[in-house]
């Protein structure tokens, strides 16, 4: 069974920093993704970014332009976890953020479409203060 446990959310600043945990079971890092969402409340979830590898060695990634040049996603195979790295924190990226799993690499086209992955997590928050 997978399963996806998101952490690291919080209260922060405008202009801070959090980092975001995936931890990952039943699920390895080879020839799959894992990507992250986040949704305010009336609104549909956005994917944000993803990380994908098709032999567990060699990765790559994607970022929606919205956090493009402030997010960073990152794998550690050792610890099954991926990881969200966020910058120069906006009020506008205030929202609940969710890590997903499919068992295939990400393609150019779909890969922030939320149909496409087929486990989640149960989401953390992240409030930024302006």
């Known amino acids: 069974e997978v399963q996806l446990v998101e952490s690291g959310g919080g209260l922060v600043q405008a202009g801070g920093s959090v980092r975001l945990s995936c931890a990952a079971s039943?699920?390895?890092?080879?020839?799959?993704?894992i990507a992250w969402f986040r949704q305010v409340p009336g609104k549909e979830r956005e994917g944000i970014s993803c990380?994908?590898?098709?032999?567990?060695?060699?990765?790559?990634?994607h970022y929606a332009d919205s956090v493009k040049g402030r997010f960073t996603i990152s794998s550690d195979n050792a610890k099954n976890t991926v990881y969200l790295q966020m910058n120069d924190l906006k009020p506008e990226d205030t929202a609940v953020y969710y890590c997903?799993?499919?068992?295939?690499?990400?393609?150019?086209?779909?890969?922030?479409?939320?149909?496409?992955?087929?486990?989640w997590g149960q989401g953390t928050q992240v409030t930024v203060s302006s």
């Open positions: 039943g699920f390895t890092f080879d020839d799959n993704t």
């Open positions: 990380i994908s590898s098709t032999d567990g060695s060699h990765y790559y990634t």
């Open positions: 997903a799993a499919d068992w295939t690499p990400a393609s150019d086209y779909d890969w922030d479409e939320d149909s496409v992955y087929d486990y």
